[in-house]
C-alpha cells in the first residue's frame, strides 16, 4: 500500500484525498471524493451500536457510480474520482525525452510501485484551443519504483521503471505532463548522467511558491541514482489538448554525487527515497532568492536486511545551493565536507559563505551496516532534523539463543544547524554530540508540536514520542490555514 493522502478541495463543496496504491505490476494514484452528503438531522442519530455520526451515505464497496447507497443519499461515500495507472496497453501517455530502446524499459506499465507522496499545487498555463490563459491545480508525484533484487546495483536502476516525474490535473486525474528523468533515446548528456542512467523516482517531490503569488514555481526531486532534478515553473507553457508542450518545464540535472555514471575508489551511488526539503539563506544582489535543498540518502527498500558495511558506501546528507551564480549539476566535489562536532563552514567561500555551494555529511557505518537516512528532513528556526537507521544484526529466539529470520537495527536523531551541519545535541559536559540514539527501533519523520512551547518531536515504533528539540515558548503564533 501507498503513502499519507494529500487533502484537496474541488469544485463549490467537495472534499478530497489524493494517495498512492502499490500492488501487481504497478502502482497507482487515485482520488477519493470524501464529501459527506448525509443530512444534518442524521448526524444526531445512532446506528444499531448506539454510535453517533456513522455516515448515513456509506457504501460497502469503492466502486464509482454505485447504486448501492441508501435511497435518500444524493451520492455515494467515499466515491472515487479517478484512478490513474498509466498502462500503455490502455492510453499511451509519450513521456518526454523518449525512453532508449533496447534497456528492458517497462513498456505496458510505465507508473511503477508508488512510494510518492503527490504534492498539490497550481500553475498556470496558456491553452492553445482557447487561446487564453487557464490555472490548473495539479498533483505532482514521481514514478516509483521496482524492487528487483537486495543488492545496491538493483536499487539504482529500480527495475528499470518509474523512471518519470508526472503532473496530473486533480479534477479529471488527466496526465498533462510527464518528463523522463532515466535513460533516454537521444539527446543523453556527454558530460555529465543526464539521460545516461536508468533510474526509479521514488521519493516525494519539493515544491516552492518563491513568490508567494499562489503559483507553483520550482519542483526538486532526487532519484535511485543519488541525482536530484530541478524545474523550473516561472515560464508559462503552452497546454494543447490537456498536454503541457514537451519544450516547456524541462527538468535540469541540478545534483549528482558523482559526475561519471560509475564512481571510483570503490564508492557507490547512494539512492534518494526521500523528499528534497526547501529553505531560504538568503538574496543574490540583485534580489533573487538563493534556496537550499537539503535531503539524505539511503537504501530505503532494504533496510532492514541492509548489512553492507563497506567504509567506501556510506551515505551522505546533503544540503545543495541554488543560486543563479553557480554552474550545475553541482556534485559532492562542489560542497564543503562538513562535520556533526567541529564547525568547517568558517572559511571564506565554504559551506553557503561567498561562492560556496553548500554541504555535506559522511553517515556513520559499523561493522554490521551503514547508517541511512530515513526520514525527510524538517527545517524550523535555522535548523535541520533528520533521523538515520543501521543495522545490527538478526534477531535471535529469547529461549533458544538460535538466529531467526527477523532483522534489528538502531535510529538515530540528527538535529543540526541549517547553515554548518554542526550539531545542536551536547552531552551532559556540554561536549557536542554528532547524534542521539533513539533505541532499537525506527524513527519516524520529525514534526513540530506546540503546546505551550514549541518541541520537535519524532515517533519510534514502540509507541514512544521522544523529543528531539525545542522546549521553549514560540516566538510567533502559527497560524492556521483560515488565518493565512
Known amino acids: 500500500e501507498g503513502g499519507t493522502p494529500s487533502n484537496v478541495g474541488i469544485g463549490n463543496n467537495a472534499g478530497g484525498g489524493i494517495s498512492n496504491n502499490s500492488s501487481g505490476n504497478g502502482g497507482s494514484i487515485f482520488a477519493l471524493d470524501v464529501t459527506d452528503p448525509d443530512q444534518l438531522t442524521h448526524m444526531a442519530q445512532s446506528d444499531s451500536g448506539n454510535h453517533k455520526g456513522v455516515p448515513e451515505c456509506l457504501v460497502g464497496d469503492f466502486v464509482p457510480g454505485t447504486t448501492t447507497k441508501p435511497s435518500n443519499c444524493a451520492s455515494e461515500y467515499p466515491k472515487i474520482l479517478w484512478e490513474l495507472r498509466d498502462d500503455q496497453s490502455v492510453s499511451s501517455t509519450t513521456p518526454s525525452p523518449a525512453e532508449k530502446i533496447g534497456t528492458n524499459e517497462a513498456t505496458t506499465q510505465d507508473l511503477g510501485f508508488t512510494w510518492s507522496q503527490p504534492v498539490l499545487g497550481r500553475i498556470k498555463v496558456h491553452d492553445t484551443g482557447a487561446n487564453a490563459d487557464r490555472d490548473y491545480f ?9 524492487h528487483s533484487g537486495s543488492d545496491i546495483a538493483s536499487t539504482n536502476t529500480a527495475g528499470n521503471t518509474g523512471n518519470f516525474l508526472y503532473m496530473a490535473d486533480i479534477e479529471t486525474g488527466k496526465i498533462i505532463y510527464k518528463r523522463n528523468l532515466g535513460l533516454w533515446n537521444t539527446g543523453a548528456s556527454g558530460t555529465n548522467t543526464s539521460g545516461n542512467l536508468a533510474a526509479g523516482v521514488p521519493g516525494q517531490p519539493g515544491v516552492a511558491d518563491i513568490n508567494n503569488d499562489g503559483y507553483l514555481d520550482r519542483i526538486y526531486i532526487g532519484d535511485t541514482q543519488g541525482r536530484i532534478w530541478k524545474v523550473d515553473l516561472t515560464t508559462k507553457p503552452n497546454i494543447t489538448s490537456g498536454v503541457i508542450d514537451t519544450a516547456s518545464w524541462i527538468p535540469t540535472l541540478f545534483f549528482d554525487e558523482f559526475q561519471t555514471a560509475t564512481p571510483g575508489g570503490g564508492a557507490i551511488r547512494q539512492p534518494i527515497f526521500n523528499r528534497p526539503t526547501l529553505f531560504l539563506v538568503g538574496t543574490t544582489t540583485s534580489g533573487l532568492p538563493r534556496i537550499a535543498v537539503a535531503v539524505g540518502t539511503g537504501d530505503r527498500d532494504n533496510m532492514p536486511i541492509l548489512t553492507d558495511n563497506n567504509s567506501s558506501h556510506i551515505n551522505y546528507f546533503i544540503t545543495a545551493l541554488d543560486d ?18 567541529t564547525d568547517n563552514c568558517s572559511g571564506a567561500n565554504t559551506c553557503f559563505n561567498g561562492t560556496g555551494a553548500g554541504f555535506y555529511l559522511k553517515l556513520p557505518y559499523s561493522d554490521t551496516g551503514v547508517e541511512i537516512v530515513n526520514t525527510n528532513a524538517l527545517v524550523f528556526e535555522q535548523t535541520i532534523s533528520f533521523n538515520t537507521f543501521i543495522h545490527a ?22 538535529h543540526i544547524n541549517a547553515l554548518t551541519g554542526v550539531s545542536l545535541f551536547t552531552d551532559a559536559n556540554g561536549n557536542i554530540e554528532a547524534e542521539r540514539s533513539a533505541g532499537s527501533e525506527v524513527a519516524s519523520e520529525p514534526i ?3 503546546d505551550q512551547n514549541i518541541w520537535i518531536v519524532s515517533a519510534t515504533d514502540n509507541t514512544k514520542v521522544p ?3 525545542g522546549g521553549k515558548p514560540p516566538t510567533a503564533k502559527v497560524k492556521t490555514w483560515k488565518e493565512q
Open 138 to 146: 495539479v498533483a505532482i508525484f514521481g514514478g516509483g519504483y521496482d
Open 324 to 341: 543563479p551564480s553557480l554552474t550545475y549539476p553541482l556534485y559532492l566535489s562542489s560542497l564543503t565536507l562538513a562535520s556533526e562536532t
Open 393 to 414: 544484526g538478526a534477531t535471535t529466539d529469547p529461549d533458544t539463543g538460535a538466529s531467526t529470520c527477523g532483522q534489528k537495527g538502531d535510529a538515530f536523531f540528527h
Open 448 to 450: 513540530v508540536y506546540q
Open 467 to 469: 523529543t528531539v528539540a
